[in-house]
């Protein structure tokens, strides 16, 4: 969004306002909760909203929507709660929110205290009315297709965003290729295909996820309410954000580029990735383990990477449904230690080299090409098998 002086002053109140809320009804309900251990429901709360908003000419300023949105978000804290006490577990009790830790409002219903695209008949801009802020303008850098049905405005640093949910979004069926492809998800980079093409650069990614981490070690060294320490949240948060955003851009494009080029897509399910792919430690003899590089895969760096696949993948499975393409997960154990070309599989680790060399058949590639090839190999064997049956 790109919200004028005054509007970002509005959007700020917004913020603060809906917080208050949030934090009122979360002390009524710990108060319940500690004088007679009785659960205050979400609709005892909302029937109290006409009269917060008669009495409180600050409350009434902005949507009785996005205030019911905002009560439901703390009944949904208190669900979660109360679930893991079932579960015999001993959770935290939903916190108060403080400044800084409330910075989305959503508004559930287009239409209703806030309206997508309100100014339809200017010729350039985009706008965004939202009760008590006005119409917002927005720089709108996709289009949006659907209906919408929710908005939310967020706030990231200094920066405000909208975003959409959006219903009965039409599919766009993209012709068939005639061409399947394999994905290995790998760490040295993100994403190999059978067909030999590297995709996404992770050293982007790493180079913006170091600044965060020395943004971070700044920010502890601040002394508490100064306002330097002010000024350091903001950093971090600005570029929590950014990577973030990277991180998207980066999962739309390699999707997008595999969904207009192949038929199928086959890839490793995550879940179970994350297991085999790390190197069993060895033992070194001498009671303690060799080196091996499950350490270099662990930390930030990897974490990082997980959470990009993640991304990427949801993305994926949302292109490919749209499209009408075929997606695959596949358990990927021994797709790199097994040769691609005469099925041989090595029994040692192969998560050392970046080239794949068969001890049996001589057959050499790169390791990361090898493993998609055998993904893409899974993948179709399970959908023979599937038809088959
Ligand atoms: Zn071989």
Redesign the pocket.
Known sequence: MRPTAHQRIALTACLDDHRALYNAALEERREAYRRSKVSIRYGDQSAQLKEIRADDPDQARWSFSSQQATLRRLDKAFRAFFGRVKAGRTPGFPRLKGRGWFDTVEWPKDGDGCRWNSQPEHPSATFVRLQGAGHVRVHRHRPVRGRVKTISVKREGSRWFVVLSCDDVPAEILPATGAVVGVDMGVASFLTTSDGEQVGNPRHLAASAGKPATAQRDLARKKRGSTRRRKAVARVAALHGKVRRQRLDGAHKAANALIRDYDMIVHEDLRITNMTKSPAPKPDGEGGFLPNRAAAKAGLNKSILDAGWGVFLTVLAHKAESAGRELIAVNPAGTSRT?A??G?CAKDDRLTQASFV?T??G?AAHADVNAAVNILRAGLALRQAAQAA
Do not use: N, Y
């Open positions: 040769c070309r005469c041989h068969c049996a058949c057959h």
